[in-house]
């Protein structure tokens, strides 16, 4: 389904329990709401479920604009309000989870929890080099130039090998990301720097991050962790950057005890 909102077309999906407290999942740079497929089982059973594809990315409009965060995060509010959802959970990985802070630093009224799933909340000066690049290497080489490695960064190498059928969806999904939407969301990620305000967040936080996350690692959880005071962190053996497909029984669990825990009933 689509929806014009903040001067784009998103697309957006919504399934589960109707009248139940709702989940917004929000992905990764480079990927779509297809990366939430494994949640979407047991999260249906007990929420309403509203999995989006991220300005310039999957099916949502993609302008050949620099983006920033906080403009991310008007997106996402401003899809909520559409739909008349006055109060949600946010689940977050990656690019998704630095939206969820954006939200939760201007908006906090409009969450009810917050999961950050491998990301962070500071890039710092020493990582502009690598973002420039991959910026540079979508424009003049297309994004089917960055699949590999990208790959190798998601998921561990075992991962890679015994679940090629799993990989391949998500590897599709990056090389059919438009170069404006990601290039855009580079520009924002690499400006990301909410670490010194998080202690402002005063929801109820989940911190997960995957083992082998070379991308969001252990270190970037704990410092978001040791900032939100109402934060439980939380680490998934055997899981590099997607954690949410390489574990994902670990993970639904982690994630579902938590919003349980947060849930009126």
């Not at 329990?17 to 249906?44: C, D, F, R």
């Not at 202690?199 to 252990?218: K, R, S």
């Amino acid at each position: 389904m689509h929806l014009t909102v903040n001067d784009i077309e998103t697309n957006y999906e919504i399934s589960g329990k109707h009248a139940a407290p709702v989940v917004v999942l929000s992905h990764s740079l480079g990927s779509s709401a297809v990366m939430w497929t494994p949640q979407i089982e047991e999260l249906n059973s007990e929420y309403r479920v509203l999995r989006y594809d991220t300005r310039g990315h999957g099916d949502s409009s993609a302008p050949d604009d620099a983006y920033d965060l906080d403009l991310l995060g008007d997106d996402a509010v401003a899809l909520l309000d559409a739909l008349d959802i006055e109060r949600a959970h946010w689940v977050g990985l990656s690019m998704g989870g630095m939206i969820g802070q954006s939200i939760a630093l201007r908006y906090p009224e409009r969450l009810l929890s917050l999961a950050l799933c491998d990301t962070m909340a500071v890039v710092p000066d020493e990582m502009q080099g690598v973002w420039l690049e991959r910026i540079d290497t979508a424009r003049e080489s297309g994004m089917d130039a960055l699949a590999d490695a990208t790959m190798e960064r998601w998921f561990t190498a075992a991962f890679r090998s015994a679940h090629a059928q799993a990989v391949a969806p998500i590897r599709r999904q990056f090389v059919a990301t438009a170069v404006a939407g990601f290039v855009g969301c580079c520009e924002a990620i690499r400006r990301l720097n909410f670490l010194p305000r998080l202690d402002g967040i005063e929801i109820p936080t989940l911190v997960v991050v995957g083992e082998y996350d070379q991308a969001t690692p252990v270190a970037a959880a704990d410092a978001m962790h040791e900032q939100i005071a109402t934060s439980k962190r939380v680490v998934i053996p055997n899981a590099a950057h997607l954690s949410n497909i390489e574990q994902r029984e670990v993970f639904n669990t982690t994630v579902l005890d938590f919003l349980r825990q947060h849930t009126m009933v």
